[in-house]
């Protein structure tokens, strides 16, 4: 069965910290993965990995895909308090397959 | 732009109720997605349109039925629901990869 593992489940981190979420699969026919930030409302994209070893980053916030151990690593250095969020790796073979998210709250 | 319109944003119904909500992509996405989120859980999906054809139902009671007027919009017929069917209905539009969610519509069924 197919399958996304998130973790930690939750994490609680004083501003200004670096903080690494971590995203395991087991995936049959594996096409990309990617990370999503949901606060409030809908989930909000953020990063899309098809290939192993290339970091993609955005301001803070860098990831990258390693397709032989199964796993995917979403850094955010220098938190804020505007990062506090769930965030969600899923991984796409002919759809999404969700994980179980990461609730992060960043302290002020 | 990677903005996908979800109405109402909002909505309360009673069990005997027929309501819609819809959708709106103006991307040129050629698939587009009907998730139900729980709180504290990840979305789930529950129908797949491709091209404008439902190409994926995900066992969803019938008291759901999807919609594909054409390529940019997508609705969501209510009825007769349950109590237990409220929560965040997400629609989310692709190309190649990455979905884009609309804001959702909060669903409450009393």
């Known amino acids: 069965e197919d399958k996304v593992v998130q973790s930690p489940l939750s994490l609680v981190v004083h501003e200004g910290d670096t903080v690494t979420l971590n995203c395991s699969y087991e995936v049959t026919n594996f096409r990309s993965l990617l990370w999503y930030k949901q606060e409030k409302k809908a989930p909000t994209f953020l990063f899309m990995l098809?290939?192993s070893g290339i970091e993609k980053k955005s301001g803070r916030l860098s990831s990258i895909l390693d397709k032989k151990e199964l796993f995917s690593i979403l850094n955010i250095t220098a938190t804020q308090t505007g990062d506090s969020a769930v965030y969600l790796c899923?991984?796409?073979?002919?759809?999404?397959?969700w994980g179980a998210g990461t609730k992060l709250i960043i302290k002020p | 732009d990677t903005e996908v319109t979800q109405t109402p944003k909002h909505l309360v119904m009673g069990m005997t109720n027929k309501k819609s909500l819809k959708c709106e992509q103006h991307m040129g996405h050629r698939a587009m997605y009907w998730y139900k989120q729980k709180a504290k859980k990840p979305p789930e999906l529950m129908f797949v349109y491709s091209y404008e054809k439902l190409s994926i139902n995900e066992s969803v009671p019938s008291r759901f039925s999807p919609e594909c007027p054409n390529s940019s919009l997508l609705n969501l017929h209510l009825h007769a629901l349950q109590p237990e069917d409220s929560a965040l209905y997400l629609c989310?539009?692709?190309?190649?990869?990455?979905?884009?969610f609309g804001p959702g519509t909060r669903l409450t069924v009393t």
């Open positions: 899923a991984v796409l073979n002919y759809q999404l397959i």
């Open positions: 989310a539009s692709s190309q190649e990869g990455e979905q884009y």
């Open positions: 098809t290939s």
